[in-house]
C-alpha cells in the first residue's frame, strides 16, 4: 500500500515506524515536540513512546549531542535534531572528535550508530545566523557519511538506512523540500546509502544536484525541454560517499556538465565534483564544465536581495544554455 505524503510526514512515518520496531532507538533534541521547531516530523513521538526515548531538550547543542554520541556507543541507536543547522556548530566536538573517529581508533571493535540530523532552514528574512547550508563541512571529515534527499520516497527509506547503520550518518534536511508530496509505501523500506539516481535521462548535457535544489533542477530540465534541450539529471542523495560512477557514466555520454549546490562554490560539493571530472573524465568534456552556486557572501535579510540570492530554476535553464553555446 501506498499514500501521498509530504517530506516531513515521511519522516514521521518513518521515525514512528523505526521506533515500533526496535527499542534501542531513542531521539533527542530542541523542540522535538513542538512543530514550530520541527513542522510535523515528530509529530505524535513523545505521546507514543514517551520522555525516556523521546527527549526534548534545553538550548545546549553540545550537550545533547554529547549525550546523543554516548548513548549511540553504549548500545543505542541515536538520532539528535538540530532544528537550525547553524547552532550544530556549538557541537562540532561530539560529532568530529569523538563520533567520526570513535570506530577507527578503537580498532573497528566499537561502532557509535548515530544520525546527526541537521535542518537547513533558510529564507523568511532570517539572515546569516540561520540561513546556511553547512553540509560540505562535514563531507570533508573522514568517518561521517553525509545524505541528503530530496524527496519523500528517498528520505523514508534513506533515514531507515541511516538509523540502522553502524556509525555516524549526517542527515542534511531542508525546510523548503516540506511542501512537496508523493506516493510512499507504507511499510519500512530501505534505500542503500551512497548511491545516486538518474531522474531524467537525456543526451545533450548532465545536470547533478541534491536536496532542494534537486528540485529546482527538475523543473529546469522540463523547461529545456522547449528548447528541444535534452538534460539528463542526476539526483546524488548521497554527498559522502560520492556515487562517482553514476556522475562518469553519464559526462562521458553527453560531454557536459552543470552542477548545481545551494551552498558556497569554495571547497563545496561542487568543487569535489569538478575536481573528479577534471581527473577522471576531462577528455570527454565538450564544455567547460560549469557550477551554479550561492554568491560567496552570507545570506542576506530582505526579501528583495533573498530573490536575487537565491537559486531559481531560471537560473539553472539559463546556465544549461550557456553550456551548450560552446
Known sequence: MKMKINFGLAINQALHQLFSTDENIMLIGQGVKSPWYVGN?????????????????????NAMTGIAVGSAITGMKSIVVHPRVDFVLYAMDPIINQAANWHFMNGGKSCVPVVFWLIINRGGEQAAQHSQALHALFTHIPGLKVIAPSTPYDVKGMLVSAINDMNPVVFIDDRWLYRFDEDVPEELYKIPLGKGV????GNDLTIVSFSYT???????????QKYNISAEF??????KPLDEDIILNSVNKTGRLLI?????????????IAAIIAEKAFNKLKAPLRRLTLPDTPAPA????????YIKSSDIVKSAIEILKF
Open 214 to 224: 534537486a528540485k529546482l533542477c527538475e523543473e529546469a530540465v522540463k523547461e529545456l
Open 234 to 239: 542526476i539526483d546524488l542523495r548521497t554527498i
Open 41 to 61: 516530523t515528530c509529530t505524535g513521538l513523545i505521546d507514543r513512546f514517551g520522555e525516556n526515548r523521546v527527549i526534548d531538550t534545553p538550548v545546549s547543542e
Open 260 to 272: 548545481v549546490d545551494g551552498a558556497w562554490r569554495f571547497n563545496g560539493v561542487s568543487s569535489e
Open 198 to 201: 538518474v531522474r531524467n535521462s
Open 302 to 309: 530582505s526579501s528583495t536581495l533573498e530573490d536575487v540570492y
